[in-house]
């Protein structure tokens, strides 16, 4: 049995657990046991803590299970960035795990579509680049579209959309030297999802904020309510906005007119205090 290929993991747990599997099935006598001593543990119990999500990976831990695995220092660096994405506390230290695990170019090679997929969701203009092709006059020229965003964006940043936008199969270069947006699922994996998601609001939240004195009333619409609710109704509250987003939806998809400008239109309900102590 050949040993996992660390790089098409996003899971180090995962890994971990068919490493040993691998290992296993190329010496019988292999144990989480013998495990621990490579590494320099004395719990026989230790990899099976981590694997199964009892216990995490300190920095020490890290080094040490590396060392165990007679990992280089490249499939270290990228098995520990694997550890810091699992484990980090914020969003921002996943963030940064993240832009490790991405920069790497074997991981590219293996999960380029899952690393593509991430990136749409993080970054607006990606979003919004694949909205502007739908008008008639898009260029897909990295100067114009960069010009053409609010707020705009370098040309590279246009660039590199484009090229993702592309691998995606979510937009699709004419002949005639336009392109075509395309209606494609894009799955991210699980063990970021969240954080893409996340990643999308809160810099489309950002966006709208910043649209209070970008634009004026006529091409801006805000609006809001405070209230105080019983926390039981926020399930319905959820429900409401979720079928607004599809009427919303399907008010510009039935436009027959020719696509003008790209806009983002924000549902929210979030809270503004604790809640009551019965």
Known sequence: M?????????????????????????????????????????????????????????????????TAMKLTAPEAGFFTAL???????????????????????????????????????????????????????FRPDPAWIAKALRPSVKPSEAKRALKTLVELDLLELTDDGGAEPREVSVVTPHEVAGLAARNYHVGMLELAAEAVERFQPEDRHLCGVTVSIPVSLIPRLKSELDAVQERLLDLCDSATEDRDVVVQIGLQVFPLSDRRVP
């Open 2 to 66: 050949a040993q996992p290929d660390l790089y098409r993991y996003l899971d180090y747990r995962g890994y971990l657990r068919d490493w040993f599997a691998a290992k296993k099935a190329g010496n019988r006598r292999f144990s989480h046991r013998a495990f621990s001593r490579m590494a320099g543990q004395k719990s026989p119990s230790l990899l099976v803590d981590v694997t199964e999500g009892r216990r995490n990976l300190t920095p020490s831990l890290t080094e040490a299970f590396c």
């Open 83 to 137: 550890v810091h994405l699992d484990q980090a506390s914020t969003p921002g230290d996943r963030n940064k795990a993240w832009s490790r695990i991405a920069a790497t170019k074997r991981f590219r090679e293996a999960r380029s579509m899952e690393a593509a997929g991430f990136e749409l969701l993080s970054r607006w203009y990606f979003c919004a680049v694949h909205e502007l092709a739908r008008r008639d006059d």
